[in-house]
């Protein structure tokens, strides 16, 4: 079946450092791959998505490289800020379906 | 443009009981998704329907849960009778259902507590 693997949380770190969230998947076919990000308080919202081999996905700072060969899709930010403190959720939707299969979510603090 | 509306936010009730939740998605979506996230995971799909009919319900402990999605727009969760475990945050979701890949957008959620 299909699934996502995130590295367990909490991520701790200090601002302007960099960051890196693991995630892997197993999935038939070719699936499009997300991070969805959920603020303190608030709903789920998407941050970046890529939907095929070699795709690289960016947004407010962050981008994750679709990698097939590895079934990976890795989120990095060059400089956190505080406010990037959140849960991070990698997704994937399966070929032919629309409905997302998330992760277990890795927590970031950051702190100043 | 307005974003998911969920409702109520917070619900306490206690085991047996039951409960609804009522989900508004954005105007013209034609897919509409339940999830239901336990504290410390990630969302997992309940129910999803393309207008009006299931398309997916694999995942919905049919025997209390119930939901439906009358007319192509609102969509009712129920829960009856509630468990302990039922305890989680209830997400609405929807998306056009046309674009490829698929962006779906989430409301707030309605918090359940089981008691």
């Known amino acids: 079946g299909n699934s996502v693997t995130q590295m367990e949380g909490p991520v701790t770190l200090s601002e302007e450092a960099f960051l890196t969230i693991n995630c892997t998947y197993t999935?038939?076919?070719?699936?499009?791959l997300f991070w969805y990000v959920q603020y303190p308080g608030e709903g789920l919202q998407l941050l970046l998505k890529?939907?095929?081999?070699?795709d690289k996905g960016s947004n407010k700072g962050f981008e994750a490289t679709y990698r097939k060969e590895t079934t990976s899709f890795h989120l990095e930010k060059g400089s956190v800020q505080v406010s990037d403190s959140a849960v991070y959720f990698c997704?994937?939707?399966?070929?032919?379906?629309?409905?997302?299969?998330f992760g277990s979510g890795t927590r970031l603090q950051v702190q100043p | 443009e307005a974003g998911v509306a969920q409702s109520p936010r917070y619900k306490i009730i206690e085991k047996r009981q039951s409960v609804a939740f009522w989900c508004n998605p954005i105007?013209?979506?034609?897919?509409l998704y339940w999830y239901q996230q336990i504290l410390g995971q990630g969302p997992k799909l309940l129910i999803q329907?393309?207008?009006?009919?299931?398309?997916?319900d694999s995942q919905l402990p049919k025997d209390r849960f119930s939901a439906e999605r009358l007319k192509g727009v609102d969509s009712t969760l129920k829960i009856q009778p509630a468990k302990l475990e039922d305890s989680a945050v209830y997400l609405c979701?929807?998306?056009?259902?046309?674009?490829?890949?698929?962006?779906?957008?989430f409301g707030e959620g309605s918090w359940l507590t089981v008691v």
């Open positions: 979701a929807s998306s056009r259902g046309q674009d490829r890949p698929n962006t779906i957008y």
């Open positions: 999935a038939t076919g070719y699936p499009s």
């Open positions: 890529a939907t095929k081999a070699d």
């Open positions: 997704a994937l939707a399966p070929t032919g379906r629309r409905a997302l299969t």
């Open positions: 105007s013209g979506h034609a897919t």
């Open positions: 329907f393309q207008n009006n009919g299931v398309v997916d």
